[in-house]
């Protein structure tokens, strides 16, 4: 069993601020959410390629970033469907025991105790000196990103908040530099703007060097507009990063009023773990496999 503090908030209501915040930016209704829900289940009932449960638990994860529009909610079942397809070498059969060793062993990615001042998720990712390429491959980055995404989903109050993400690159040195290859570059990016059921509101770049530059530029081609207004660079100035992320909800490794990160993916594994069969079922969706 996981820690209290590291813990996934699933089947939880929505808290009264989330409520008021689902209906003004996501149109939340309980009268649209029950006709979204019984349109969408249509449509998946006329889209025979597609394969995905007409559980309400799931068709809210697509429903609620398409702000319950169910014909978009079905596009983004489509485009999730094709890039599973095109990643399966490193997505068919994903489990958390996979990259155990990556999780335990590594501390390339985390996510932060509690929630931010405007209640969303924090994944913090050190691709700096600490990642050691060697160990942990780009393709293993990108299946421990998707691992924890597919907990994040399952939270009612990530699916409306949203997430953030702090790409830390403290110490980055050519190791680190070639390692994050176009090809992550381009898969990282896709997944992200196409077949991710998040809503990501910002991504904040900290402690970055001079040799950042050549992974931007491999990174810059494949950015569309939305994401580019969402991607924000701060260097050491962590004034700047708290324009957006407030200090009293931040550790002090980010100039925060928090105690200085002391725990690790190793913390959030059991979490990870404890969802197996959630990320199993995961493993069947998309397109309907010829038998």
């Known amino acids: 069993m996981s820690s209290s503090e590291f813990r996934l908030e699933?089947?939880?209501?929505?808290?009264p601020d989330t409520k008021e915040l689902a209906e003004?930016?996501?149109?939340?209704?309980?009268?649209?959410?029950?006709?979204?829900?019984?349109r969408l289940k249509e449509l998946l009932k006329e889209n025979k390629d597609l394969y995905f449960p007409d559980d309400d638990e799931i068709l809210t994860i697509f429903l609620r970033p398409c702000k319950w529009y169910p014909e978009s909610a079905l596009a983004l079942m489509r485009r999730v469907a094709e890039f599973k397809r095109d990643n399966a070498h490193l997505l068919d059969g994903l489990l958390p025991e996979h990259e155990k060793d990556a999780f335990l062993d590594h501390k390339v990615v985390?996510?932060?105790?509690?929630?931010?001042?405007?209640?969303?998720?924090?994944?913090?990712?050190?691709?700096?000196?600490s990642w050691d390429p060697k160990k942990v491959n780009a393709d293993?980055?990108?299946?421990?990103?998707?691992?924890?995404h597919l907990a994040a989903i399952l939270e009612p109050e990530s699916q409306v908040k949203g997430t953030v993400v702090?790409?830390?690159?403290y110490n980055m040195g050519w190791t680190?530099?070639?390692?994050?290859?176009?090809?992550?570059?381009?898969?990282?990016?896709?997944?992200?703007?196409?077949a991710m059921p998040l809503r990501l509101k910002e991504v904040h770049f900290v402690k970055q060097p001079m040799i950042f530059n050549v992974v931007w530029n491999?990174?810059?081609?494949?950015?569309?507009?939305?994401?580019?207004?969402?991607?924000f660079f701060h260097g050491s100035k962590m004034s700047s990063l708290h324009k957006y992320m407030?200090?009293?909800?931040?550790?002090?490794?980010?100039?925060g009023e928090l105690p200085a990160i002391d725990y690790s993916g190793a913390d959030w594994y059991p979490v990870i773990n404890e969802i197996l069969p959630h990320v199993q079922n995961w493993n069947k969706y998309g397109f309907v496999k010829d038998s």
Do not use: C, W
Request: charged content about 30%; overall charge positive.
């Open 24 to 38: 003004k930016e996501l149109r939340e209704t309980p009268e649209r959410v029950r006709e979204a829900l019984e």
């Open 176 to 194: 680190q530099t070639m390692g994050l290859t176009p090809a992550f570059s381009k898969r990282l990016l896709t997944f992200i703007q196409d």
């Open 10 to 15: 699933r089947s939880v209501e929505l808290s």
């Open 140 to 148: 293993q980055l990108f299946r421990l990103f998707y691992l924890i």
């Open 218 to 231: 491999m990174f810059k081609p494949f950015i569309r507009e939305k994401l580019k207004n969402r991607i």
């Open 246 to 255: 407030a200090p009293s909800h931040l550790p002090s490794d980010y100039g």
């Open 110 to 129: 985390n996510v932060m105790k509690g929630r931010d001042n405007k209640g969303r998720r924090v994944l913090i990712v050190s691709v700096g000196g």
């Open 166 to 169: 702090i790409m830390d690159f």
